[in-house]
């Protein structure tokens, strides 16, 4: 049992470069979310999936993208990376988007844009 | 808006001490419930508890204890006995109930984290 797979481990990517970071889960979860962890800030919400077909914004969606074809594959892209968008992200799910369900987080993928 | 708090950047302590780390949320709402994660140095972040706001019943589970007081807004974490594997970030954060215009409603809200030492 994987739980929630995140590739790249780690990038480096040359600034205005498109990237996008994969993101599968096996547990049958219905939703998704994407953070991005910041020294000092914690965890912050980019962007969530309620349910495959669904997406939504977070607190910081802004230069981010994100599609939900299928219940696994939740994958973030950067259209066009800037170095303000050096980061750790993690995905993570949980069996249904409410208040009370625990999230299940990846294990992150660390990029670099310079 | 929702705001959690953790005042304590790092902590260092020595194996077997005890040690708290202290979390102090906002919230307009009534119905919320409260979360600890721990990220150890490999990354990955792990959940410990979920707490609910009408439950103010301190939880204990092993050498981990939870103190919730609304009345002082706070949800700290207690390590008795600390062991150099307790080392990690520990985060605290924070999921409202209600569904508002903003769509910060079921957001789950962190705070900035506490660094825990345990030194050998």
């Known amino acids: 049992i994987a739980g929630i797979t995140q590739a790249p481990t780690s990038q480096i990517l040359a600034a205005g470069r498109r990237m996008t970071l994969r993101c599968t889960q096996d547990?049958?979860?219905?939703?998704m979310y994407w953070y991005r962890q910041d020294l000092g800030l914690g965890l912050r919400l980019i962007h969530y999936?309620?349910?495959?077909?669904?997406?939504g914004k977070g607190e910081v969606p802004d230069g981010y993208s994100v599609s939900r074809a299928n219940t696994d594959d939740f994958p973030l892209t950067l259209a066009s990376a800037v170095p303000s968008q050096t980061s750790v992200y993690f995905c993570?799910?949980?069996?249904?988007?409410?208040?009370?369900?625990?999230?299940?987080f990846g294990p992150g993928t660390r990029l670099t844009v310079l | 808006a929702q705001k959690v708090t953790q005042a304590q950047t790092e902590i260092s302590v020595v194996e077997k001490e005890d040690v708290t780390l202290d979390c102090v949320y906002e919230?307009?709402?009534?119905?919320?419930?409260l979360f600890w994660y721990k990220q150890p140095p490999s990354g990955e972040l792990v959940f410990l508890i979920r707490?609910?706001?009408?439950?103010?019943q301190n939880e204990i589970s092993g050498r981990y204890s939870w103190n919730f007081q609304k009345s002082t807004s706070s949800f700290n974490f207690t390590i008795t006995a600390s062991q150099v594997v307790d080392s990690a970030v520990y985060f605290c954060?924070?999921?409202?109930?209600?569904?508002?215009?903003?769509?910060?409603?079921?957001?789950?809200?962190f705070g900035s984290g506490t660094q825990l030492t345990v030194l050998p």
């Open positions: 993570a799910s949980s069996v249904e988007r409410t208040p009370y369900n625990e999230q299940f």
């Open positions: 547990m049958r979860h219905n939703a």
């Open positions: 707490r609910n706001s009408f439950d103010e």
């Open positions: 919230t307009r709402d009534t119905t919320y419930y």
């Open positions: 999936s309620n349910t495959a077909g669904t997406t």
């Open positions: 954060a924070l999921s409202e109930a209600r569904t508002g215009s903003s769509g910060s409603a079921r957001q789950l809200t």
